[in-house]
């Protein structure tokens, strides 16, 4: 920790040791700056995405395209959060779907972990959305994360469901801003 006067010194949400690039599934929800509702509206608790909404679910649908060993799964963006599931497999190790976080060891050539995939997902989105919108350098996204390691299969179907539900329970969100 620095000792500079003044210096705020920000605590990890990160899970104190653990190798985030260790294969297994991970629950990870990606708020918007000031919470700002950016990505469309939630009309009769169906998710109606607008342009930079789109933006985003394009930017994770694209992501296995530029990250090696990972799968998606379930996903949802919302006026002003995303929630998703990334796997992330050793090569022939893990299955998609199935969940087995750290049981493997690392691979000799490491994939690249959970911080590295989210920081790409928020990178690629923020600069689509400001060309978009004409506002280059503009936060789109609070600067941390929310992240969970789904350790077992009860686990992930929870997760599956409370992601895919997340549009009908939007008037009870304690983030919604109408």
């Given at each position: 920790m620095s000792s500079?006067?003044?210096?705020?010194?920000?605590?990890?949400?990160?899970l104190q040791g653990y190798d985030y690039s260790l294969p297994g599934a991970y629950f990870v929800t990606?708020?918007?700056?000031?919470?700002?509702?950016?990505?469309?509206?939630?009309?009769g608790g169906e998710m109606h995405l607008n342009h930079f909404g789109r933006l985003v679910e394009f930017t994770w649908h694209d992501l296995?395209?530029?990250?090696?060993?990972?799968?998606?799964?379930?996903?949802?963006?919302m006026p002003?959060?995303?929630?998703?599931?990334?796997?992330?497999?050793?090569?022939?190790?893990?299955?998609?779907?199935?969940v087995d976080a750290g049981s493997e060891p690392a691979p000799t050539t490491r994939p690249h972990g959970l911080p590295e995939i989210v920081r790409q997902l928020k990178?690629?989105?923020?600069?689509?959305?400001?060309?978009?919108?004409?506002?280059p350098g503009v936060p789109v996204w609070q600067r941390s994360y929310w992240d969970h390691i789904i350790r077992?299969?009860?686990?992930?179907e929870h997760i599956r469901n409370y992601i895919l539900t997340n549009p009908t329970r939007w008037q009870e969100d304690r983030w919604h801003m109408p």
């Open positions: 500079e006067p003044g210096k705020h010194h920000r605590r990890s949400l990160r990606l708020c918007t700056a000031d919470r700002q509702c950016l990505f469309g509206r939630v009309v296995p395209n530029h990250v090696p060993n990972i799968q998606l799964d379930a996903f949802v963006v002003n959060h995303v929630h998703g599931i990334i796997f992330i497999v050793d090569a022939g190790s893990v299955r998609a779907g199935s990178t690629f989105s923020a600069r689509r959305i400001n060309a978009a919108r004409g506002t077992n299969e009860r686990a992930l």
